[in-house]
């Protein structure tokens, strides 16, 4: 059995979780040894990763104009958005990753040792915005540790719709250091183009690589809602215009919330909110008679198991727009009338099987699992002809 690594985010979100799991599944299938790999700092490399941090801040605030007041906006959005969800989701969710996930901490040195040695096959980086470009760009989800001719990207997303001038010489630094790249979204692809002079294309998410009976069978142990709902899922707060299709929906039926109880909320009547397990996230997507999100993976979901729903543009603390990922998506899956609607269309917003996003969805999984086969196909065999086995391409 083959081993590889595999660097992604996998902690308090449950589409980042999911999309690990995914993948990490996937690969097992294939009959890969799949190693969810973690940083393990030590007290000198905390105090070191300080002060560089520190001198960083005071370069850049002093060469890039607004960069402190962009930092200062990020780092309180970060804060706010990591208390949002509530203790007992994160439990669950802290539960679910140390149940299913096959993760290990190293620390840099370490992981340097075993990029160089041939215990690890090939490392994998992505899915999700571990590329996020306009925060810091972080040398481990671009694989450094390892060479080039290891290194896998797999539908990574920046995050972003330009680079800003303060990460870009390193971005394309990191981002030369591998032989092809797979993006989540399409506007990263011409973005990333225009940096570095290597093929990139298009997949999509890695939650797509397990089919829709698979994903039931995921949750099939969890307990089912009895009564009739729909089911909110905003990450931020929703806006106007999401409140008032959702008190639409909402007559006759019972309103869940789940992990994320936002203020607005509060002007919703027969509301109810629920801690739940990622298990229980894909359950209680399947099973709504309407869902509301502003999340990406919720979304995807949505789609892949047919849901009806409506995603509206998402409230980020922040302030940097990151709608072009929900935008893409749903025009990839000809479905561009589910976001964003007004109240009054929401009776139009029914899911059909026999529409063009059931083939977009076979169209899009097979591409992603061909792409998987052939790098992981390409790193295997050239270590194997460097090592003199005799194998067949």
């Given at each position: 059995?083959?081993?590889?690594?595999?660097?992604?985010?996998?902690?308090?979100?449950?589409?980042?979780?999911?999309?690990?799991?995914?993948?990490?599944?996937?690969?097992?299938?294939?009959?890969?040894?799949?190693?969810?790999?973690?940083?393990?700092?030590?007290?000198?490399?905390?105090?070191?990763?300080?002060?560089?941090?520190?001198?960083?801040?005071?370069?850049?605030?002093?060469?890039?104009?607004?960069?402190?007041?962009?930092?200062?906006?990020?780092?309180?959005?970060?804060?706010?958005?990591?208390?949002?969800?509530?203790?007992?989701?994160?439990?669950?969710?802290?539960?679910?990753?140390?149940?299913?996930?096959?993760?290990?901490?190293?620390?840099?040195?370490?992981?340097?040792?075993?990029?160089?040695?041939?215990?690890?096959?090939?490392?994998?980086?992505?899915?999700?915005?571990?590329?996020?470009?306009?925060?810091?760009?972080?040398?481990?989800?671009?694989?450094?540790?390892?060479?080039?001719?290891?290194?896998?990207?797999?539908?990574?997303?920046?995050?972003?719709?330009?680079?800003?001038?303060?990460?870009?010489?390193?971005?394309?630094?990191?981002?030369?250091?591998?032989?092809?790249?797979?993006?989540?979204?399409?506007?990263?692809?011409?973005?990333?183009?225009?940096?570095?002079?290597?093929?990139?294309?298009?997949?999509?998410?890695?939650?797509?690589?397990?089919?829709?009976?698979?994903?039931?069978?995921?949750?099939?142990?969890?307990?089912k809602y009895?009564?009739?709902?729909?089911?909110?899922?905003f990450l931020?707060?929703?806006?106007?215009?999401?409140?008032?299709?959702?008190?639409?929906?909402?007559?006759?039926?019972?309103?869940?919330?789940?992990?994320?109880?936002?203020?607005?909320?509060?002007?919703?009547?027969?509301?109810?909110?629920?801690?739940v397990s990622?298990?229980?996230?894909?359950?209680?997507?399947?099973?709504?008679?309407?869902?509301?999100?502003?999340?990406?993976?919720?979304?995807?979901?949505?789609?892949?198991?047919?849901?009806?729903?409506?995603?509206?543009?998402?409230?980020?603390?922040?302030?940097?727009?990151?709608?072009?990922?929900?935008?893409?998506?749903?025009?990839?899956?000809?479905?561009?009338?589910?976001?964003?609607?007004?109240?009054?269309?929401?009776?139009?917003?029914?899911?059909?099987?026999?529409?063009?996003?059931?083939?977009?969805?076979?169209?899009?999984?097979?591409?992603?699992?061909?792409?998987?086969?052939?790098?992981?196909?390409?790193?295997?065999?050239?270590?194997?002809?460097?090592?003199?086995?005799?194998?067949?391409?």
């Amino acid at each position: 059995m083959e081993k590889i690594g595999l660097v992604t985010f996998y902690q308090n979100n449950y589409g980042s979780v999911l999309q690990c799991y995914a993948t990490e599944r996937y690969l097992k299938g294939l009959g890969v040894d799949c190693e969810l790999l973690s940083i393990r700092y030590q007290k000198t490399d905390l105090l070191l990763r300080k002060f560089e941090r520190l001198v960083r801040l005071a370069y850049n605030s002093i060469r890039y104009r607004g960069y402190y007041s962009n930092w200062a906006k990020q780092r309180r959005a970060a804060v706010c958005e990591s208390h949002i969800i509530s203790i007992e989701s994160k439990i669950k969710i802290d539960n679910f990753v140390s149940e299913y996930l096959n993760k290990k901490g190293y620390t840099w040195r370490q992981l340097c040792d075993i990029g160089k040695n041939d215990s690890f096959k090939a490392f994998i980086s992505g899915s999700d915005q571990v590329w996020n470009v306009s925060r810091e760009v972080i040398p481990l989800y671009f694989l450094r540790f390892a060479p080039k001719n290891k290194r896998i990207a797999l539908a990574v997303s920046i995050g972003a719709s330009i680079i800003p001038e303060y990460n870009r010489r390193k971005f394309i630094s990191y981002a030369s250091g591998f032989e092809r790249i797979s993006v989540r979204e399409e506007t990263a692809v011409k973005i990333i183009k225009d940096c570095v002079n290597i093929p990139v294309h298009r997949d999509a998410d890695p939650v797509i690589l397990l089919e829709e009976k698979e994903w039931r069978n995921f949750y099939k142990e969890t307990k089912k809602y009895e009564r009739k709902y729909i089911l909110l899922h905003f990450l931020n707060q929703p806006s106007v215009s999401a409140i008032n299709v959702i008190k639409q929906l909402a007559k006759n039926v019972d309103v869940l919330c789940i992990a994320y109880f936002q203020s607005e909320f509060e002007k919703l009547e027969n509301i109810r909110f629920v801690d739940v397990s990622p298990q229980e996230y894909v359950s209680f997507i399947d099973n709504a008679e309407f869902v509301c999100t502003d999340s990406f993976h919720t979304t995807m979901f949505s789609i892949m198991l047919h849901s009806n729903f409506a995603t509206f543009s998402r409230e980020y603390l922040h302030n940097e727009s990151q709608e072009s990922r929900v935008a893409d998506l749903l025009d990839r899956y000809h479905l561009k009338e589910h976001f964003n609607p007004e109240s009054g269309a929401i009776e139009k917003l029914k899911m059909d099987r026999n529409t063009d996003y059931m083939e977009t969805i076979r169209s899009e999984r097979n591409h992603l699992k061909k792409y998987i086969a052939e790098e992981i196909n390409q790193k295997v065999y050239m270590l194997l002809e460097r090592e003199g086995s005799v194998v067949e391409r």
